[in-house]
């Protein structure tokens, strides 16, 4: 049965929990701006009764206060951060699709296709002006502008390249503290939440944390009650991309290092490779990471999917061997090959090397085979690891998106093509001092400044070492045509036709013989024929409305087809984008509606409260004035 003094009891639980209640208003209203913060609610029950003996029937004893809790919806959390993780990877392809297209932005003056346009007018009115020098000097230096805009275009490349690089390492640093956080706190919780209480603010920072993680890439959370009663603890395991980051306690990291070795020609040095801190392999190629990692990493090294691969010949790739031998590879065309001609990388079975250069021969079928030399693994060994006849090889990664390296290759081509085209014919005539015809477009060695020799390379600048590889000392490329049985192709001079590879965009230059001096322009087949004949420069003006040079058409249609394809990516991306963050604006706003703080509604609460807190209190002055009446003014 109740006390006498039981009523004041429960006046009292009803203060305590209004009070409770109050206070926790007090905290959603300070915390309504805050991000990421939770509305917080109070817990309350009716607190156990007692039985009455001289009746039937229990008592009610007041309220308890069971917890304060937030309100939160784990399915609209998971729905968030799975639409947060597209929209990090929409929102940099964007960024940097963008950056791309301001590169090649086309008006009618100005953009790559501008630039041809003007070389080929400038070539086009040559011919009512054979002898004028001034109009020979203008086709020259609209030539050298073209050749201008391309190491421009490719330069730039570089630097979208650079920044995209650069980006990988700030948001891997971000995501390893991130990690470092998130451990941090589930200690913190485990630590108060095992005595019965609710870390409900720092739930919410973990949930912050996680939710910016959700944006770097593909994420999975569980979180596992281990244990009953009030001193059970959760486990709280965060993987990304399938693999452990956060395991409760203990986190793991990313580490990222500056490769030694090139996957493609125009790369830039020192790109950053990604693995995890405790030696599990970080697939920097995998369609599944998602989020703005794996944005970072198409836009750094997609190449559409075309990157080189092949198989080691039956009879190469013994062990120990610092050589191996390619074939049945997908470039049979030299002008759309993009990996680098040194110090370069190729993965031989599922084993990383590192070559120094490499060589190329070509069968009677018309089957190219690559010879890579020098080879050495990361750690320094050289020579193959193990027997690798047959095995798979691979530069690069399957990367089926257009990034860097994809128009880098775009720009080399066309370069090579039309330069090998229009060469080929300007070589064929002569110029005003009754000579050859020069390389008009060609490219500019790094190291000394000087022309590289295009057409042709002296046989006597190539060598053969021991083992039979060819290479040469001078000129363009040690890439050189070969028959089965190893021996040079030559020409009826003595010659040897030498390839255009190592002409890319970023050399891409005017023959520095023919810059101020425009009568070394060839334009007749032969000059006897009087100055005035310009069989040739008819020649190169059909030429460039040749349909056949490129799959695309002419070269002109080529340009425009490639900048087009830039706009529409751009445009794609930028759709995506947009719809993307609807979605999440969309989703957000349900789970607000669950979680955040509405103003108004704690207002009316507060009032509510606040009148539940006053009654209880007139309880309390009731129950008062009943014992004082009870004790001091009750006679015996």
Not at 278 to 285: H, K, L, P, R
Not at 420 to 437: I, M, R, T, W, Y
Not at 627 to 633: F, G, T
Request: glycine share 8%.
């Amino acid at each position: 049965m109740a006390s006498t003094f039981f009523g004041l009891t429960i006046g009292k639980t009803g203060m305590y929990a209004s009070q409770a209640a109050i206070n926790t208003t007090a905290h959603n209203v300070s915390n309504a701006t805050t991000d990421g913060y939770s509305r917080q609610v109070v817990n309350k029950k009716a607190s156990t009764p007692l039985a009455l003996y001289s009746s039937a029937g229990m008592a009610g004893t007041g309220v308890d206060v069971t917890s304060v809790e937030r309100v939160r919806n784990e399915y609209f959390d998971g729905k968030y951060r799975a639409c947060n993780t597209l929209c990090g990877n929409y929102s940099a392809k964007e960024y940097y699709m963008s950056t791309v297209e301001g590169y090649f932005s086309e008006t009618n003056t100005e953009g790559l296709t501008a630039a041809y346009t003007m070389f080929t007018t400038a070539l086009k009115s040559l011919k009512d002006n054979v002898a004028d020098s001034t109009v020979r000097t203008e086709v020259i230096e609209y030539a050298d502008n073209l050749t201008d805009y391309m190491n421009h275009l490719s330069n730039s490349m570089q630097l979208v390249q650079r920044e995209a690089n650069d980006d990988i390492k700030i948001t891997v640093e971000r995501v390893n503290s991130i990690a470092a956080q998130v451990a941090a706190l589930n200690k913190q919780i485990n630590t108060l939440e095992i005595r019965g209480g609710k870390a409900n603010d720092l739930r919410d920072q973990r949930d912050l944390l996680i939710d910016e993680l959700s944006e770097y890439a593909n994420i999975s959370v569980n979180e596992t009650k281990m244990g009953d009663g009030g001193t059970a603890i959760h486990e709280y395991v965060v993987k990304l991309d399938g693999k452990m980051l956060v395991d409760t306690y203990r986190f793991n990291t990313l580490e990222v290092t500056a490769t030694e070795g090139r996957i493609n020609q125009n790369d830039i040095s020192g790109l950053y490779q990604v693995s995890w801190s405790d030696g599990q392999d970080f697939n920097s190629a995998s369609t599944s990471l998602g989020g703005k990692l794996q944005a970072l990493f198409e836009v750094r090294d997609g190449n559409n999917g075309e990157n080189y691969t092949g198989k080691v010949s039956e009879d190469g790739g013994n062990q120990g061997d610092d050589f191996v031998t390619v074939v049945g590879t997908n470039f049979n065309n030299l002008n759309k090959l993009n990996i680098p001609e040194q110090n370069g990388t190729i993965t031989i079975g599922n084993k990383l090397y590192y070559y120094d250069s490499f060589t190329v021969s070509i069968t009677d079928e018309g089957e190219y085979e690559y010879t890579f030399l020098g080879l050495k693994d990361e750690d320094g060994y050289s020579g193959l690891k193990l027997e690798s006849a047959g095995k798979k090889v691979t530069i690069g990664s399957h990367i089926e998106y257009k990034g860097v390296p994809y128009y880098q290759a775009r720009l080399n081509e066309y370069v090579r093509t039309y330069a090998a085209s229009f060469n080929e014919l300007h070589n064929q005539g002569e110029d005003l001092n009754g000579e050859k015809g020069l390389d008009l477009f060609n490219g500019i060695c790094e190291v000394t400044g000087a022309n590289f020799t295009l057409q042709e390379t002296p046989y006597l600048e190539m060598e053969e070492d021991d083992e039979g590889n060819i290479t040469g000392k001078q000129g363009f490329s040690s890439i050189i045509a070969v028959n089965e049985d190893g021996d040079i192709i030559k020409n009826e001079d003595g010659t040897v036709n030498a390839s255009y590879y190592s002409l890319t965009a970023l050399n891409f230059g005017v023959h520095q013989d023919l810059v101020g001096e425009p009568q070394r322009l060839a334009c007749a087949q032969e000059l006897d024929n009087g100055i005035e004949e310009c069989k040739i420069l008819d020649l190169l003006i059909e030429n460039q409305a040749d349909g056949g040079m490129f799959k695309e058409g002419t070269p002109a249609e080529y340009l425009q087809s490639f900048t087009a394809n830039i706009a529409i990516d751009t445009q794609q991306a930028a759709l995506f984008t947009e719809s993307q963050n609807n979605i999440l604006a969309s989703i957000d706003n349900q789970r607000m509606e669950i979680s955040s703080v509405d103003q108004d509604e704690e207002a009316m609460n507060l009032v509510q409260y606040q009148n539940v807190y006053e009654l209880s209190c007139k309880v309390v002055s009731v129950m008062d004035e009943i014992y004082n009446k009870l004790i001091n003014e009750t006679g015996a």
